[in-house]
């Protein structure tokens, strides 16, 4: 939203291969998240950072990794140790307000054949 | 823990009729409570908030009031269109050390016919 890229907008990748997706925003917003999202099963937060070279496991982090070297940027590895890895994938950042507001990315589909 | 339930979808309505998606919630102290839209292939895009019982947050002629009472924020629209048909996923969040999650329904698909 506005201001939040994410790509590829599609991935496809071979079983046991690592990838990297990418989020970027120019908001200068300090936090940010990433979420799976599976048909009928919501949202769900794999990791989050709320400053730079600081991350935190959400629900969901085994197979995962982030990194957050720059505070414009925070992309998501999926590993070969994600077992089931093909999902819709977002990247949010939290709004500048008291409130918690999170504003999201276009989203990359993942698909493992 | 947090929780939000919302109905079960799909909703189906024809268009021009009122629409009410149901959004209760578990949390403690007082969450600031969201409603997101998605559209087909995209993100999530913020559709209305209010933070503090009795707050009513309105965008798009969408309403939603936060009922404390009850611990429900629905979703409300008097009139449909073609073009509302999106999931709906009601959401909340709990400042507080640490992590300012938020916490989602697993989101109501509605589809709007002519």
């Known amino acids: 939203d506005g201001g939040i890229t994410q790509s590829p907008k599609y991935l496809f990748r071979k079983e046991g291969q690592n990838v990297t997706l990418s989020c970027e925003q120019n908001?200068?917003?300090?936090?940010m998240y990433w979420y799976r999202q599976d048909p009928g099963q919501g949202l769900r937060l794999i990791y989050y950072s709320q400053i730079v070279n600081d991350f935190q496991k959400g629900d969901i982090a085994e197979g995962y990794s982030v990194s957050r070297e720059k505070k414009e940027s925070f992309p998501l590895t999926v590993t070969s140790a994600q077992k089931n890895p093909t999902a819709f994938y977002l990247c949010a950042i939290r709004g500048p307000t008291p409130y918690n507001e999170q504003f999201f990315g276009p989203g990359t589909r993942l698909t493992v054949l | 823990g947090d929780s939000v339930t919302q109905m079960e979808g799909p909703v189906t309505l024809s268009e021009e009729a009122f629409l009410t998606i149901n959004c209760t919630y578990t949390a403690t102290g007082y969450p600031s409570l969201f409603w997101y839209v998605q559209y087909p292939g995209e993100g999530l895009q913020l559709l209305l908030k209010?933070?503090?019982?009795?707050d009513k947050g309105s965008n798009k002629g969408f309403e939603a009031t936060y009922r404390k009472e009850t611990t429900s924020f629905h979703l409300e629209k008097g009139s449909v269109q073609v073009s509302d048909s999106a999931v709906y996923f009601c959401?909340?969040?709990?400042?507080?050390?640490?992590?300012?999650?938020?916490?989602f329904g697993k989101g109501t698909k509605l589809s709007v016919i002519p």
């Open positions: 908001l200068n917003h300090d936090a």
């Open positions: 959401a909340l969040s709990r400042s507080g050390a640490g992590s300012y999650q938020l916490t």
């Open positions: 209010a933070t503090k019982a009795d």
